[in-house]
Nanobody, 124 residues
């Protein structure tokens, strides 16, 4: 059974940092591109960023570019999202997801496996 489990969320002041982790089980992480998405109350789930299977290529939404960084440790079957210079508008539930296709996707429909999410709240 495939499981993606996010952790590391919490409450942080604006300007602060958090590092989210996504631990995978039941699949071999190096076979998947990995993405991060987020969903704020009353809004649609949106793309945050993605990493190719090797980690050599990453892409980010404009809203987080330069502040967020995705890394991965395939041997540990874990992906990370380092979030710096956090803003109140970054508050959301953050999800990791696994994409088995040839190119890292930016759409929800590109991703096959999803975690349950972790809450990030940024206070002003």
């Amino acid at each position: 059974q495939v499981q993606l489990v996010e952790s590391g969320g919490g409450l942080v002041q604006a300007g602060g940092s958090l590092r989210l982790s996504c631990a995978a089980s039941g699949l071999t992480l190096r076979n998947y591109h990995m993405g991060w998405f987020r969903q704020a109350p009353g809004k649609e789930r949106e793309f945050v960023g993605a990493s190719s299977w090797s980690g050599s290529s990453t892409t980010y939404a404009d809203s987080v570019k330069g502040r967020f960084t995705i890394s991965r440790h395939n041997a540990k079957n874990t992906v990370y999202l380092q979030m710096n210079s956090l803003k109140p508008e970054d508050s959301a539930v953050y999800y990791c997801a696994a994409d088995p296709s040839a190119v890292p996707g930016t759409k929800l429909s590109d991703y096959y496996y999803w975690g349950q999410g972790t809450q990030v709240t940024v206070s002003s």
